[in-house]
């Protein structure tokens, strides 16, 4: 296994590799073995990242690898080269591994058939549709907290539709059999797919709630037939403290990043005690890291 483009494609016991594996580099970080010695690792990012693009470039400085990093912005694509040819120039300068980002939704089954077999890759989001290494590390960070994830009640708020971190997140919570997994915002933002969902707050709604998980309103893949009154939005599912006094939550708050502080969340709320933001951001180093180490 050395393609990673969704986690759909990714056995149970390959996770569960990278989640040991993952445990073992926090414990040991920053000595961590050289696995990277000698290799080549090309980072391309079209859009903009600041946790999964500098977490996979420390992570593998870190494993030894000699790491390129790929703008389109000052490329030769500027130029009218295509993304295919791209890819086989990069191949020729002898990469031997790509982490990708990139708008378009299908772009992985495109890279998959350019890349050769000893040649790895992983996707660091693409479109709406996957973005598994940040289902790996929420998910890891859920089995820190409450190692049996089976009976684990996870609510996710705001813009499901426009995410790709909810389809990598909710299909590994699959793999662990935790099926307790509903939704909550504007129906707008919420499609029928996605189910149970609530589009309104009663008073101590999520008082049983283990997680809730919050997303940012991803404006940059709205479509024109997308809208959203983002006054309401705040009004009714900011997550401030009078919405977790008022919904009864009492779990663990978290946040695939990057956050909109005054929109979906408050600075008090994603800096308190029960936010596992950073953590998250801390085991993405973890993770990233260990993925590396196994597919490199
Ligand atoms: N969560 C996430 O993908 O963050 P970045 O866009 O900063 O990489």
């Known amino acids: ?11 149970k016991d390959f996770i569960d590799q990278v989640f040991e594996l993952t445990s073992e580099v926090a414990k040991k ?7 990277g010695t000698g290799k080549t690792i090309c980072l391309l990012f079209w859009e903009p990242s600041t946790r ?34 791209t890819i086989k120039t990069l191949l020729a300068m002898k990469v031997d591994g790509f982490v990708i980002r990139h708008p378009e939704d299908n772009i992985s089954k495109k890279i998959e058939k350019l890349l050769p ?4 890759y992983i996707n660091a989001g693409d479109g709406n549709h996957a973005h598994p290494t940040q289902g790996m590390l929420d998910v890891y960070t859920m089995k820190e907290k409450f190692n049996e994830l089976k009976e684990l009640k996870v609510t996710i708020l705001g813009d499901v539709n426009h995410s790709r971190v909810v ?43 283990d997680i809730l998980f919050i997303l940012r309103i991803q404006k940059e893949r709205f479509k024109d037939s997308d809208s ?26 978290m946040h695939p990043g990057p956050m909109n502080i005054g929109a979906e969340i408050t600075n008090d709320v994603a800096d308190s005690d029960k936010s596992l ?10 993770l990233r890291t260990a ?4 597919i490199a």
């Open 1 to 11: 296994m050395n393609k990673i483009a969704a986690i759909s494609h990714l056995q």
């Open 29 to 35: 970080w920053p000595n961590v073995e050289k696995v």
């Open 52 to 85: 999964t693009k500098l977490s996979f470039e420390h992570a593998a400085k870190m494993l030894g690898f000699n790491v390129l990093d790929f703008s389109p912005e000052h490329s030769s694509l500027k130029k009218g080269e295509s993304f295919e040819d």
């Open 117 to 120: 077999a000893n040649v790895f």
């Open 167 to 209: 389809p990598s997140q909710i299909e590994l919570l699959k793999k662990y059999s935790c099926s307790d997994i509903n939704y909550l915002g504007p129906e707008s933002l919420i499609s029928e797919k996605f189910s149970p969902s609530f589009s309104s707050t009663a008073e101590n709604c999520l008082a049983n709630r």
């Open 228 to 253: 959203l009154n983002e006054a309401n939005f705040i009004n009714d599912f900011q997550v401030n403290n009078n919405f977790l006094t008022k919904t009864g939550f009492n779990g663990y708050l």
């Open 277 to 286: 933001i950073l953590r998250q951001v801390e085991n993405g180093l973890y």
């Open 291 to 294: 993925l590396l180490t196994l």
